[in-house]
């Protein structure tokens, strides 16, 4: 079955960066995009950034986070990574990524147009 598996989240300072990973299984075919979003408590969930898995190049991120986070991908690991820079309080929150079909509109980063999710994993900033 298909597994979406993030880790390496934790605590950091204002102003540090943290890293994080999806690590893939399951798939039978690569015509799948990978997102990245976050909730923290009592607000939605948002889209971040979602890479296509078929081409390995084609990328996306909303307004907000572009220029401080990047994601990235290594095939042969079967992970993309979400690199996050210059983080905030504002950032806490549960990080998820998941996985859509690239025949549907994934670029929008809508949460609607993810079909499978990891469990997520915490990142909290410190002022």
């Known amino acids: 079955e298909v597994q979406l598996v993030e880790s390496g989240g934790g605590q950091v300072q204002a102003g540090g960066s943290v890293t994080l990973s999806c690590a893939e299984s399951g798939f039978s075919f690569t015509d799948y995009a990978i997102g990245w979003f976050r909730q923290a408590p009592g607000k939605k969930r948002e889209g971040l950034a979602c890479?296509?898995?078929?081409?390995?190049?084609?990328?996306f991120y909303t307004e907000s986070v572009k220029g401080r986070f990047t994601i990235s991908r290594d095939s042969a690991k079967n992970t993309v990574y979400l690199q996050m820079t210059s983080l905030e309080p504002e950032d806490t929150a549960v990080y998820y990524c998941?996985?859509?079909?690239?025949?549907?509109?994934?670029?929008?980063?809508?949460?609607?147009?993810?079909?499978?999710w990891g469990p997520g994993t915490q990142v909290t900033v410190s002022s």
């Open positions: 890479i296509n898995r078929s081409d390995g190049r084609t990328t």
């Open positions: 998941a996985a859509a079909s690239i025949y549907g509109d994934y670029g929008r980063l809508m949460r609607s147009d993810y079909e499978f």
